[in-house]
Nanobody
Framework: VQLQASGGGLVQAGGSLRLSCAAS????????MAWFRQAPGKEREFVTT??????STLFADSVKGRFTISRNKDTVYLQMNSLKPEDTAVYYC????????????????WGQGTQVTVSS
């Protein structure tokens, strides 16, 4: 069972990036999917989550209006627009059975993380 995150990179402030997270080894079509991030020296924090059917999403206040989440079967996407230096972090995707959850402990499967660096 694997979640493989990709799409990170270096971008200037105001730019955009699209992260992808592909699941393999089992189907996650009935799992809620989420993105978390961890900046250097900080704890991992919730970014956004989407229900298994894709009908409902939830965002952290810090990214609301700038980030969108979507999914296609076993792949989840994070579109990040108007990026700020404070968005710099390693971004992790996660899967869990319950929708609308924001705690790390609510998610059972985790990807390896992809680095996003936003320069000022």
């Amino acid at each position: 069972v694997q979640l493989q995150a990709s799409g990170g990179g270096l971008v200037q402030a105001g730019g955009s990036l699209r992260l992808s997270c592909a699941a393999s080894g089992r189907t996650f079509s009935n799992y809620a999917m989420a993105w978390f991030r961890q900046a250097p020296g900080k704890e991992r924090e919730f970014v956004t989550t989407i229900t298994w059917g894709g009908s409902s999403t939830l965002f952290a206040d810090s990214v609301k209006g700038r980030f969108t989440i979507s999914r296609n079967k076993d792949t989840v996407y994070l579109q990040m627009n108007s990026l700020k230096p404070e968005d710099t972090a390693v971004y992790y995707c996660a899967a869990g059975l319950q929708s609308g959850k924001t705690r790390i402990s609510d998610y059972d499967y985790w990807g390896q993380g992809t680095q996003v660096t936003v320069s000022s």
